[in-house]
Nanobody, 116 residues
């Protein structure tokens, strides 16, 4: 059974940085598309970025330049490096593994809080 475990969230001041990690169990990680989503209070969950099995990254909004998604297939881990954080980045960040049609899995989420 594939499980996703996120880490790296926390509290940071505006302008700070965090790196989120998501470790996947099982042996399908390297052929899966991995994504980071976020859900702010009172808002819908939204895609931040995803990265396919060949390493091609896609950024859904205006985060490219501040956020960088990467993956390490040897470690079964996907990362989200977040720089120049602002208060609007406060959200729960979720890791997603997608290998259609069989798998569309979510991690438990990690809280990111940006405040003075």
């Amino acid at each position: 059974q594939v499980q996703l475990v996120e880490s790296g969230g926390g509290s940071v001041q505006p302008g700070g940085s965090l790196r989120l990690s998501c470790a996947a169990s099982g042996d399908i990680f390297r052929i899966s598309t991995m994504g980071w989503y976020r859900q702010a209070p009172g808002k819908m969950r939204e895609l931040v970025a995803n990265i396919d099995s060949s390493g091609r990254a896609n950024y859904a909004g205006s985060w490219e330049g501040r956020f960088t998604i990467s993956r390490d297939n040897a470690e079964n881990t996907v990362y989200l490096q977040m720089n120049s954080l602002n208060t609007e980045d406060t959200a729960v960040y979720y890791c997603n593994l997608r290998l259609r049609p069989l798998y569309d899995l979510w991690g438990q989420g990690t809280q990111v809080t940006v405040s003075l």
